[in-house]
């Protein structure tokens, strides 16, 4: 008995063709989302201690300096408290 191959869609077939001749260099789009969306979901995950945030632990996310700058003084707020 032959097994399944399962493939993901991604698209109409023209875009699927696109992903499948270069399985080397997978697709990264950046989505740029307001905090406030993000946040209560990720909250959540960390307090039900959901393992595929692991997948994600190196990945780089940016941040406006603002907040930035906000996050290290509430970290050193923390560190002396």
Do not use: I, N
């Amino acid at each position: 008995m032959a097994r399944p191959q399962l493939r993901v869609y991604l698209g109409s077939e023209d875009s699927c063709e696109l992903a499948k001749s270069s399985p080397l260099q997978p697709e990264r789009a950046d989505v740029t989302v307001a905090l406030g969306d993000v946040l209560p979901l990720l909250v959540d995950a960390v307090q039900t201690r959901r393992a595929w945030l692991r997948d994600f632990e190196h990945d780089s996310v940016s941040l406006s300096a603002d907040l930035y700058e906000v996050l290290m003084a509430y970290q050193d707020l923390r560190q002396t408290g």
